[in-house]
């Protein structure tokens, strides 16, 4: 019989209990790092996102081991301790997201003609 979780619900902690060891991987550059809780242990898992340090992409959070599974072999471990923010992720998190004009009219598209015969 299990008991109570220990850990807060959604939150980091919680998922490595469940699950065992997680992994943030790059699918741009195909690789993927361990990852080490620290100070997000208590954090909600589903408000954080992650970005790669070599080429900015997003990273995504993976529960299983990206090279072990079929059809990854060619993802590659790359432990680097405290590695630097990449410019562009840099940008790409701190900037306000852009704001799409309201569209205007009928539901047509811009520059096209209205039939009012129809």
Same mark, same amino acid.
């Given at each position: ?19 065992? &060891? ?10 993927? %790092? /361990? *990852?080490? +809780?620290?100070?997000? !242990? ?36 790359? &432990? ?10 840099? %940008? /790409? *998190?701190? +900037?306000?997201?852009? !704001? ?19």
């Amino acid at each position: 019989m299990a008991g109570p979780p220990s850990a807060l619900p959604n939150s980091f902690a919680e998922l490595q209990e469940t699950f065992g &060891p997680l992994y943030v991987r790059c699918d741009v550059c195909r690789r993927h %790092v /361990r *990852l080490e +809780l620290g100070g997000l !242990r208590d954090l909600d898992y589903r408000s954080k996102t992650f970005s790669c340090s070599v080429c900015g992409g997003p990273g995504s959070l993976a529960i299983i081991n990206p090279s072990a599974e079929p059809g990854m072999q060619d993802y590659r471990l790359d &432990p680097v301790a405290d590695p630097p923010r990449h410019r562009a992720a840099v %940008v /790409r *998190l701190t +900037l306000p997201p852009k !704001r799409c004009e309201p569209v205007r009219g009928n539901g047509e598209l811009p520059g096209r003609k209205i039939d009012l015969r129809r």
